[in-house]
């Protein structure tokens, strides 16, 4: 592993810093598809993270998603704060997912230079593009952007890792989505910093509020999930109505998130959280080099050969072989 | 790493040995549940390995999979052979997830010492359990069983990874199941090696035998999946047509298993499959205990501890830091 080969990037890194679009796009390339290069350029620009809001907006399709995204996204642009957007719904017109209509009736975003948008569904599965949403975050982080709004779509580990990712967690739900104790169900209430009634000009709105609400209090009062620290953490997830489509409720919402921002910082969860993520992406990295590194180099690939053909003959086990390669590639203690 | 510390289990392993059904489960426990002793174990249990031959039976929910594998199962011990079932389906009668009733039904299974049903689906999600079926084989397999046979429910990863297991496996489909079409999109065409019609009294059952065969002709036309040698493996997998609740067309698929086995062990694809299944093997373990041991040892945690606090204090990047980190603990090439 090496991540001094920094030539070839160089320039690109320069253009980058210097503000530009096609560099900052060239490089989320980069760290979607080239890993060994991704390292090289997220080391580089490491020093340029951490000052972004990230905020992931999450909830089963139909809530409304792209539509609220966009407009906390002219929300921010409007509080005079640059914005990135990633998604990783592949059915978000955002991906280029949904009809040419839903861009065409967005264009003040994707024609506004404060604006950012980087699909990541339009190339492959989602539970894949997934594992590199962090890293495109730390890109945009980098390049500037003030507030990262995370589109994703409601399903499962996909949502667990992007609630990893951001700040703050935003569950969509529209009064039809069904009573909340499905939603907790789904694992949506465990992620929530934040929860929107979105479409709440609809019938049932307010009996939705009532009951996540509801749910909000049992979920304070017991345990904690993994993305909490229960000893500082007294955040009690607010929940807002919206109707995106005319802005209703959005500016109210981007109050409450920058609440819980200040709450982050205030309480020293976000100390906390940045430690733990820190730690874990310094853990999974040092896992996949490991692997990499073990099996590239030639001496434990013959080794590896050698063994298989032993245990074949019956002279070892599949056991000792892995012991044997152990204490082979592992320094001493 | 240690799988030198077998004195708690010399005596199970005695017990084993001489046939002692308690001995069988106590070391399947110990299997799924102690990865560390399970080395230890496993490594004993090898030399008595490789002798089973390993059926698996999969397909959509209601295909009628734990009736056929209970006549499968009578029609082994009608030959004379011993059989283990291994049941990975929560759903399964075998599981003890069905009515009582079931279990009732097919007493002459559950009462005779020839047969040893193990249930891996009773104690958590079929995922986690799935990983440890070939373990589980393979104990059944050093206890001596002639047949091994894996109910599996029809879900996506799981089955792979029990094909993986399985020497022959066997996709249950019923008339209902919808056209052949959405077999191959499922993925169960890729992992077939014979096809079962099941309650193939019911209409439809021709049509649906028809179209699994010109299913079959051109997959067998066309590249090799992850799961044949194709160089090799010019096996045209069978569709047999039977109905499980009477037994019909059971022998039949039976001796279509056995002709299946007699080809893998001829054409020299069970061999070449049995090297892929060790290197596999020696490749998991490796980097399983890699990880363990890397993060057990006291240096390279104090190590971790230390450099998380240098990148939060902006001194370093996660990128060095799991550089660092590696090399700490890879020996020199």
Redesign the interface.
């Known amino acids: 592993?090496s991540?001094g080969s920094e030539s070839t990037t160089s320039e690109l890194l320069a253009e980058f810093r210097a503000g530009s679009k096609r560099a900052c796009a060239r490089l989320l390339s980069i760290v979607e598809d080239e890993p060994e290069a991704a390292?090289?350029v997220?080391?580089e620009l490491?020093?340029l993270m951490g000052r972004a809001f990230r905020i992931g907006i999450t909830g089963p399709p139909g809530a409304g998603k792209s539509t609220l995204v966009e407009k906390i996204g002219r929300e921010c642009r409007n509080r005079g704060r640059t914005v990135g957007i990633v998604a990783v719904d592949p059915t978000s017109p955002f991906s280029g997912g949904a009809l040419l209509g839903d861009r065409v009736r967005m264009p003040t975003l994707f024609t506004d230079p404060g604006v950012f948008i980087r699909s990541m569904a339009t190339r492959g599965g989602v539970g894949g593009l997934a594992a590199r949403t962090k890293e495109v975050c730390d890109v945009l982080d980098a390049y500037g952007r003030d507030c990262i709004i995370i589109e994703t779509v409601g399903v499962g580990q996909v949502e667990l890792d992007i609630a990893g990712a951001a700040h703050s967690t935003v569950v969509t739900l529209v009064p039809e989505s069904g009573d909340a104790i499905q939603t907790m169900k789904a694992g949506l209430m465990e992620i929530g910093d934040l929860f929107c009634v979105n479409k709440s000009d609809r019938e049932g709105a307010d009996r939705m509020v009532m009951e996540i609400e509801t749910m909000v209090e049992m979920k304070v009062r017991t345990p904690s999930s993994e993305f909490r620290t229960p000893a500082i953490d007294d955040w009690v997830p607010p929940v807002v109505k919206t109707v995106a489509t005319t802005g209703l409720g959005v500016p109210a919402l981007l109050d409450q998130l920058e609440q819980h921002r200040k709450h982050l910082e205030t309480s020293g969860v976000l100390t906390e959280r940045?430690?733990e993520s820190?730690?874990a992406?310094?853990?999974e990295?040092?896992?996949e080099?490991?692997?990499r590194?073990?099996?590239r180099?030639p001496?434990v690939s013959d080794r590896?050969a050698g063994?298989?053909q032993q245990?074949?003959d019956?002279g070892t086990?599949?056991?000792?072989?892995?012991?044997a390669?152990?204490r082979?590639?592992?320094?001493?203690?």
């Open positions: 592993m991540i390292a090289s997220l080391d490491y020093p940045r430690r820190v730690r992406e310094i853990i990295l040092t896992e080099w490991l692997r590194d073990v099996w180099r001496d590896l063994l298989t245990v074949l019956g086990t599949p056991y000792r072989a892995a012991e390669i152990l082979d590639v592992l320094a001493a203690n």
